[in-house]
C-alpha cells in the first residue's frame, strides 16, 4: 500500500462552503492560484503518483482565524465520502476553549487516526504546559502526532517553535507517544535525523519543502546531507512519504523517491508500511 501521510483537503469538493471559507482556506495555507478539486480529479492524482491513499489532515487554529479551516467533521465526512481512498488526522487548538472535548470527539466518535498541530503558528513550543493534557489524551487513545517542523510557507508562522530539536523533549519524556515530524524538519535535516536514530517513536515525513526539481531536492536531501545509506541501515523504518498536496505535486515527488536508488523493502516502508505503523494499524 502506498500512502500519502501528508495532505490539505481545503479545497475539496463536498466541503466547500462559499468563497469566504474558501478565500480564509487560502489565506490560511498561503495557496492563492487553486481551485476546488472534484473527488474524481484527486483520484486522477492518486493513479498518476501510484498512491494508494491519503492522509487527510484538518486544521483547526481557531485562536486565530475564528474556526477552524477545516473541521473534523469535514475530514470524517470526506472519508465516509469515499473511505476507500482516506484516512484523516483531527486538529484542535489548545489555546481555546472545550479543546479537550473536541478532540475526544474527533477519536472516539469520528475515529481519526490521529491529530495534527502547526505550533509555529501557534507560536508556543512543544514543551508548553498548555500542550500536557493533549499528550496524554493521545496516549490514552493510542492516537499520533503529526507535528508541523521545520520552515513553513504558511503566514506568520516562526520556526523556532517547531525545530526539530525543541521536539526531543517530548520524545524522550513520552516514549510510548508516536511523534511525526513533517518536512524531515527541513532545513534541520541532520537535527531530525539524530531525533530518528535516538528514539524508536519519532518518524519524519518526506514532505520536504523543495525549490525546483522534487527529483534534485530529494537527491540533495537524501544522498549530500544526509547519506542514503543512513536510511537504508538506520532510519527506514521510521520516514513515511509525504507530499504536502496541494501545494506541491505528488506525482513528482513519488517519482523523485523512487529515483533515489532504494532497495525495494526500503520504498515498501517508506511508501506505506511505517505510516501504517505510525497511526497503530497493522499494513497489508
Not at 109 to 125: C, D, H, Q, R, V
Not at 133 to 161: D, Q, R, V, W
Not at 212 to 221: G, I, K, N, R, V
Amino acid at each position: 500500500m502506498f500512502i500519502d501521510i501528508h495532505v490539505h483537503p481545503n479545497f475539496y469538493e463536498g466541503i466547500d462552503r462559499g468563497k469566504d471559507i474558501f478565500a480564509l482556506r487560502q489565506e490560511g495555507l498561503n495557496i492563492h492560484k487553486n481551485s476546488i478539486a472534484t473527488i474524481q480529479h484527486v483520484k486522477n492524482q492518486m493513479k498518476c503518483a501510484g498512491l494508494d491513499k491519503l492522509c487527510l489532515l484538518a486544521q483547526d487554529e481557531s485562536s486565530i482565524y475564528g474556526q477552524p479551516l477545516v473541521s473534523n467533521q469535514e475530514v470524517a465526512d470526506l472519508i465516509n465520502q469515499a473511505p476507500e481512498l482516506f484516512f484523516g488526522f483531527a486538529s484542535v487548538d489548545p489555546l481555546t476553549d472545550k479543546w479537550e472535548e473536541e478532540l475526544y470527539f474527533a477519536f472516539r466518535e469520528l475515529k481519526l487516526n490521529g491529530l495534527s498541530l502547526n505550533l509555529s503558528k501557534l507560536k508556543i513550543y512543544p514543551t508548553d504546559p498548555s500542550l500536557r493534557k493533549l499528550y496524554e489524551i493521545c496516549l490514552e487513545e493510542n492516537k499520533p502526532i503529526l507535528f508541523h517542523s521545520g520552515c513553513s510557507y504558511e503566514k506568520n508562522t516562526i520556526s523556532k517553535y517547531s525545530h526539530p530539536l525543541e521536539f526531543e523533549e517530548i520524545a524522550a519524556n513520552y516514549s510510548k507517544l508516536r511523534i511525526g515530524l513533517e518536512h524531515f524538519g527541513w532545513p534541520w535535516v541532520k537535527d531530525t535525523a539524530m531525533l530518528l536514530l535516538k528514539y524508536q517513536n519519532v518518524y519524519a515525513d518526506t514532505a520536504a519543502l523543495f525549490f525546483d526539481s522534487a527529483s534534485e531536492f530529494y537527491q540533495s536531501l537524501f544522498t549530500k546531507e544526509l547519506e542514503l545509506t543512513w536510511v537504508e541501515r538506520s532510519l527506514r523504518h521510521q520516514i513515511m512519504f509525504g507530499s504536502d498536496n496541494p501545494r506541491f505535486e505528488q506525482i513528482r515527488m513519488a517519482h523523485a523517491l523512487e529515483k533515489l536508488g532504494l532497495s525495494e523493502e526500503t520504498l515498501k516502508l517508506i511508501k506505506g508500511e511505517n505510516a501504517m505503523a505510525f497511526m497503530g494499524m497493522t499494513h497489508d
